[in-house]
């Protein structure tokens, strides 16, 4: 009896085990690649969220520790609807990562806003059909 129970416990490990070898990796989400610091060709396109976004003269996490408040780039900002080419993605901090976009406004201010003040999109085209849906 004891030898039979060893023997069906034995089965069922070795099924279990073989079960779950064969299972397909989970599926992740995928995000656009972090680009090298000098890189300037376009990675997207991005629409403007806010309002008033300020584009920045350099990109600073939030939680750094001299609490100071980013530079604006010559007192620039963008309004909600804003299309803009994005040429760089930087994450900044340890503890607390924030992705900032460097970006190019259609009248050529370039400056840095944080990746959750816009949207990104692969095309132009699909930034514009999403700043109309977004000024409606």
Same mark, same amino acid.
């Given at each position: 009896?004891?030898?039979?129970?060893?023997?069906?416990?034995?089965?069922?490990?070795?099924?279990?085990?073989?079960?779950?070898?064969?299972?397909?990796?989970?599926?992740?989400?995928?995000?656009?690649?972090?680009?090298?610091?000098?890189?300037?060709?376009?990675?997207?396109?991005?629409?403007?969220?806010?309002?008033?976004?300020?584009?920045?003269?350099?990109?600073?996490?939030?939680?750094?520790?001299? &609490?100071?408040? @980013?530079? %604006? $780039?010559?007192?620039? =900002?963008?309004? /909600?609807?804003?299309?803009?080419?994005?040429?760089?993605?930087?994450?900044?901090?340890?503890?607390?990562?924030?992705?900032?976009?460097?970006?190019?406004?259609?009248?050529?201010?370039? &400056?840095?806003? @944080?990746? %959750? $003040?816009?949207?990104? =999109?692969?095309? /132009?085209?699909?930034?514009?059909?999403?700043?109309?849906?977004?000024?409606?």
């Amino acid at each position: 009896m004891y030898r039979l129970l060893r023997t069906g416990f034995l089965i069922v490990f070795i099924f279990s085990c073989i079960a779950c070898s064969n299972e397909e990796a989970d599926e992740t989400i995928v995000r656009a690649p972090i680009t090298a610091p000098l890189s300037r060709e376009i990675v997207g396109f991005a629409v403007i969220r806010g309002s008033y976004t300020n584009l920045y003269a350099q990109p600073e996490n939030s939680g750094s520790i001299n &609490g100071s408040v @980013p530079q %604006t $780039a010559s007192g620039s =900002f963008l309004r /909600k609807g804003a299309i803009v080419e994005t040429l760089e993605r930087k994450i900044l901090g340890t503890d607390t990562k924030e992705t900032w976009l460097f970006i190019r406004a259609a009248n050529g201010n370039e &400056g840095w806003i @944080p990746e %959750t $003040a816009a949207r990104l =999109f692969a095309t /132009k085209a699909q930034a514009e059909t999403a700043a109309g849906d977004a000024l409606k």
